[in-house]
C-alpha cells in the first residue's frame, strides 16, 4: 500500500482566498507530481518535481505555485482561487522513471 | 505535442461479457503504463509494457503491446462488477512525466 497522503480530502473556499494544498509521502521518493483532473476526464500535470529544490512547470498551465523544501513534502499553493481551479489535485510521487506513479487520494477544490 | 489518444470514452457491457480498451499514438511510446481509477478514487498502477509486441496478463486482464509501439490494448475477459472505473494508459517517456490518455469508463450490468 503507497504512503502518499493528502489534505484537505475537501474544500470549499469563496474567490480571492489564498489556499495550500498538502502532499506527503513516507516512501522517500525522490520524483513528485501534481495533476489536475476535471470530472471524468484525464489527468493534466501541472507541476513536477525530482527533488529537494528542484520544481517545474508542467504540460498544463496552472496558477499555482509549489515548493520542495523537504524530499517527503510538496504542498501546492494558490494565492487568489477562482471558481476556474475547481477541480481535483492529485499528488503523485515515485522513486525513478519510468516507473510506476503512486497517487494520493486527491483534493476536490471548489471554488465559490 | 506529444498526444494518446483513447477509445472508445464509455463502454456499457452485461456482466460476463468482454471489454477492450484501445490506446493510440501517432508517434512511437517509450513504455505504455495503464491505470485503473474506481469511481470517486484515486488512480491506482496496473502494469507497465516496454517492449515491442510485450503481451501481459493479470488473472481476467490482457495488456498488448503494438509491434510498431504506437499502440497498446487492455482486454478484459468476463467482466465482473468490481472492474467498473476508468482506465487510463499513460506513455511513460525516460523523463519521468506521464501523458495520460483520455480514459475508457468501465461500466458493469450485473
Known amino acids: 500500500e503507497a504512503d502518499i497522503y493528502q489534505t484537505p480530502r475537501y474544500l470549499v473556499i469563496g474567490t480571492g482566498k489564498k489556499i495550500t494544498l498538502e502532499c506527503s509521502q513516507t516512501?522517500?521518493?525522490?520524483?513528485m507530481y501534481w495533476y489536475q483532473q476535471d470530472p471524468g476526464m484525464e489527468l493534466h500535470l501541472i507541476h513536477y518535481?525530482?527533488?529537494?529544490?528542484?520544481?517545474e512547470k508542467g504540460d498544463l498551465s496552472s496558477e499555482s505555485t509549489v515548493s520542495r523544501i523537504r524530499t517527503e513534502h510538496f504542498p501546492l499553493t494558490l494565492e487568489s482561487a477562482r471558481p476556474s481551479h475547481t477541480s481535483q489535485y492529485l499528488c503523485?510521487?515515485?522513486?525513478?522513471?519510468?516507473?510506476?506513479?503512486?497517487f494520493g487520494p486527491g483534493t476536490r477544490l471548489t471554488v465559490l | 505535442g506529444q498526444q494518446v489518444m483513447q477509445i472508445p470514452q464509455y463502454q456499457h457491457v452485461q456482466e460476463g461479457e468482454d471489454f477492450t480498451t484501445y490506446c493510440n499514438s501517432s508517434?512511437?511510446?517509450?513504455?505504455i503504463q495503464w491505470y485503473k481509477q474506481r469511481p470517486g478514487g484515486h488512480p491506482v498502477f496496473l502494469i507497465q509494457?516496454?517492449?515491442?509486441?510485450e503481451v501481459k496478463k493479470q488473472k481476467r486482464l490482457t495488456f498488448q503491446f503494438g509491434e510498431a509501439k504506437k499502440n497498446s490494448s487492455l482486454h478484459i475477459t468476463a467482466t465482473q462488477t468490481t472492474d467498473v472505473g476508468t482506465y487510463f494508459c499513460?506513455?511513460?517517456?525516460?523523463?519521468?512525466?506521464?501523458?495520460f490518455g483520455q480514459g475508457t469508463t468501465l461500466q458493469v450490468k450485473p
Open positions: 508517434t512511437t511510446l517509450s513504455n
Open positions: 503523485a510521487s515515485s522513486e525513478f522513471s519510468p516507473i510506476e506513479q503512486f
Open positions: 499513460a506513455d511513460a517517456g525516460n523523463t519521468g512525466k506521464l501523458i
Open positions: 516512501m522517500g521518493h525522490d520524483k
Open positions: 518535481s525530482y527533488g529537494v529544490n528542484s520544481t
Open positions: 509494457l516496454v517492449k515491442s509486441g
